[in-house]
């Protein structure tokens, strides 16, 4: 016989009001962090279909709704407290610690592709279920995502549950914006008494940085942060950028390369390695791989989640240090 179902502590729904005979508008239900639900849509139109018609709009004001905003949030994060490059099971992981716990800091999390979640969104060779190795369980627990527990593992039914819900909880906390589809072409730099630091990233939007070989004149933008988190991914063709680029700048000697895959060696390394490579710059997840020459763990996914978790508390032990010191 298998072992019992872990089911995270269950969570509070609205419940559907009572139809009446009177057109009622909505209730709405405070879900934290400024969003809000209704709780019914029985009764709004009544089921009469036919009828139905959406507010009149002009299209200048859809338009400005989003510039105007957009344009808001990228002088609000011109000037961050931690950016955090990626936004995979790692990057994730960490913003999410990072928000619940200090609330007061403005952290911005840098995207290349249009949809946040990196490799998370499936399992293993395009498969559904997500596998995460004891601990990592306690974090599964903590956002509210339910599993089967087989022992030495838990098993998420499908891998785009554990990613919506993480991104869901990172998206509506109001001190982090996900700039998605904008990609980091290089790191800030100021000299230190340790040759140099990372005081911030250089960003352009995705599509303008994979045309850098055939148009001309695409200068970047910037955003200053003193703490950077990169979570960029192994190598590949955005891969490990920050490290390969902590080569190119002769702040790091050689990458070590990614190993072959041993699961019981990779995660553990990872997650025990997870640390300020270069003042200012935290690696986590499997960028940290390229740097160390730490093995490949392959389709298990506990290591990233910890990983974050724990670039989060490196990142908050530095942060209030330099803060204490007036070292920005």
Same mark, same amino acid.
């Given at each position: 016989?298998?072992?019992?179902?872990?089911?995270?502590?269950?969570?509070?729904?609205?419940?559907?009001?009572?139809?009446?005979?009177?057109? =009622?508008?909505?209730?709405?239900?405070?879900?934290?962090?400024?969003?809000?639900?209704?709780?019914?849509?029985?009764?709004?139109?009544?089921?009469?279909?036919?009828?139905?018609?959406?507010?009149?709009?002009?299209?200048?004001?859809? #338009?400005?709704?989003?510039?105007?905003?957009?344009?808001?949030?990228?002088?609000?994060?011109? @000037?961050?407290?931690?950016?955090?490059?990626?936004?995979? !099971?790692?990057?994730?992981?960490?913003?999410?610690?990072?928000?619940?716990?200090?609330?007061?800091?403005?952290?911005?999390?840098?995207?290349? !592709?249009?949809?946040?979640?990196?490799?998370?969104?499936?399992?293993? =060779?395009?498969?559904?279920?997500?596998?995460?190795?004891?601990?990592?369980?306690?974090?599964?627990?903590?956002?509210?995502?339910?599993?089967?527990?087989?022992?030495?593992?838990?098993?998420?039914?499908?891998?785009?549950?554990?990613?919506?819900?993480?991104? #869901?909880?990172?998206?509506?906390?109001?001190?982090?914006?996900?700039?998605?589809?904008?990609?980091? %072409?290089?790191?800030?730099?100021?000299? !230190?008494?340790? &040759?140099?630091?990372?005081? &911030?990233?250089?960003?352009?939007?995705?599509?303008?940085?994979?045309?850098?070989?055939? =148009?001309?004149?695409?200068?970047?933008?910037?955003?200053?942060?003193?703490?950077?988190? !990169?979570?960029?991914?192994?190598?590949?063709?955005?891969?490990?950028?920050?490290?390969?680029?902590?080569?190119?700048?002769?702040?790091?000697?050689?990458?070590?390369?990614?190993?072959?895959?041993?699961?019981?060696?990779?995660?553990?390394?990872?997650?025990?390695?997870?640390? %300020?490579?270069?003042?200012?710059?935290?690696?986590?997840?499997?960028?940290?791989? @390229?740097?160390?020459?730490?093995?490949?763990?392959?389709?298990?996914?506990?290591?990233?989640?910890? #990983?974050?978790?724990?670039?989060?508390? @490196?990142?908050?032990?530095?942060?209030?240090?330099?803060?204490?010191?007036?070292?920005?």
């Amino acid at each position: 016989m298998s072992p019992p179902s872990a089911v995270s502590p269950t969570q509070r729904s609205a419940e559907l009001a009572t139809p009446t005979t009177t057109k =009622q508008l909505p209730v709405k239900v405070n879900l934290g962090h400024g969003g809000l639900q209704t709780d019914a849509l029985d009764g709004i139109f009544e089921g009469d279909w036919n009828s139905f018609k959406f507010d009149r709009i002009r299209e200048s004001q859809v #338009s400005r709704a989003m510039t105007r905003r957009y344009f808001k949030d990228l002088d609000e994060y011109a @000037e961050s407290d931690i950016v955090i490059i990626g936004a995979g !099971s790692c990057g994730l992981s960490a913003a999410y610690v990072l928000g619940k716990q200090r609330p007061d800091l403005r952290i911005a999390i840098i995207e290349a !592709s249009v949809s946040p979640g990196g490799g998370a969104w499936l399992g293993g =060779q395009l498969f559904s279920a997500m596998v995460m190795r004891k601990p990592a369980d306690a974090f599964l627990r903590e956002i509210g995502v339910p599993y089967e527990d087989e022992g030495a593992y838990v098993v998420v039914k499908h891998a785009a549950l554990f990613t919506s819900t993480v991104l #869901s909880k990172v998206l509506q906390m109001p001190n982090i914006k996900l700039f998605n589809a904008t990609c980091v %072409e290089d790191l800030i730099t100021r000299p !230190s008494e340790e &040759g140099v630091r990372i005081a &911030g990233v250089v960003t352009n939007w995705t599509l303008v940085a994979m045309h850098h070989d055939d =148009q001309s004149c695409m200068d970047p933008n910037t955003i200053n942060a003193p703490l950077i988190i !990169s979570t960029t991914g192994h190598d590949g063709p955005m891969g490990a950028f920050s490290v390969k680029r902590l080569v190119s700048m002769q702040r790091i000697e050689k990458l070590g390369g990614m190993r072959g895959l041993d699961m019981n060696t990779a995660e553990d390394a990872i997650v025990k390695n997870t640390r %300020e490579i270069v003042p200012g710059l935290i690696v986590g997840g499997m960028e940290l791989s @390229e740097v160390d020459g730490a093995n490949r763990m392959g389709p298990t996914f506990g290591a990233m989640a910890l #990983s974050g978790v724990k670039a989060a508390e @490196e990142a908050l032990k530095v942060f209030d240090a330099r803060k204490k010191a007036n070292d920005f």
